[in-house]
């Protein structure tokens, strides 16, 4: 069956400072993988999604990296900010999403 | 702003009495999803339409119904709730099936008593 796993479950970070997510994933043939964003009782917002093609793809301070030999992808947060703070998710299609990591950034 | 939209945001309701959740889009998108999202757990597809064919997943309990009654509007029915079916459920959009980017409403919070 078609897995996303995801790392750390829980992460807690000073505001300002970076932060890597992990994403492994064990599906075959690839699509493309996406992330998401989800606040505390809303639906998840779309940040990036990466087609097997991609390395690397950019949303404002938000960098997801992806590495189709090892199935991995990562989702890098630079200077983070108060309003970081929510679960984020990876996903391969409609179907298939991750139990996602909460951040939390604390001043 | 073109958007997902979910309604009521937050439902109370009894044990065993039917309850019915909205979702209204106006992407203009062909395909429309619903997933239950339970407390620190991964959404769960529940069932998609595509257009009008309705596309059921395995595991998604016969309690669950759906309907589309235009491009518009899509509905989720759960017949008789259980303790068990208070989750958060989740409406999306997508212009149309594969990989295409999903848009979600902002859920509808569904208590059960």
């Known amino acids: 069956k078609n897995q996303v796993e995801q790392s750390p479950q829980s992460l807690i970070i000073l505001e300002g400072k970076n932060c890597t997510l992990q994403?492994?994933?064990?599906?075959?043939?690839?699509?493309?993988l996406r992330w998401y964003k989800q606040d505390t009782g809303r639906g998840p917002v779309s940040l990036t999604i990466?087609?097997?093609?991609?390395n690397t793809k950019s949303n404002g301070r938000y960098t997801a990296t992806l590495d189709a030999d090892t199935k991995q992808s990562s989702l890098h947060i630079t200077a983070s900010q108060l309003s970081d703070s929510a679960s984020y998710i990876c996903?391969?299609?409609?179907?298939?999403f991750g139990k996602g990591t909460t951040l939390s950034v604390s001043s | 702003d073109a958007m997902v939209i979910q309604n009521p945001r937050y439902q109370v309701t009894q044990f065993g009495k039917p309850v019915t959740l909205s979702c209204s889009q106006t992407?203009?998108?062909?395909?429309m999803y619903w997933y239950q999202q339970k407390s620190s757990q991964a959404p769960k597809l529940l069932f998609h339409?595509?257009?009008?064919?309705?596309?059921n997943e395995a595991d998604t309990p016969d309690n669950f119904q759906s309907r589309r009654p235009n491009t518009s509007f899509c509905f989720l029915d759960i017949r008789s709730p259980g303790l068990g079916d208070a989750a958060m459920y989740l409406c999306?959009?997508?212009?149309?099936?594969?990989?295409?980017?999903?848009?979600f409403g902002p859920g509808t919070r569904l208590t059960v008593t």
């Open positions: 999306a959009t997508s212009r149309d099936a594969g990989d295409y980017e999903q848009y």
């Open positions: 990466m087609t097997f093609s991609e």
């Open positions: 996903a391969r299609t409609a179907l298939i």
């Open positions: 992407l203009n998108h062909n395909v």
């Open positions: 339409y595509y257009d009008k064919d309705f596309n």
């Open positions: 994403c492994n994933y064990t599906v075959s043939p690839f699509s493309n």
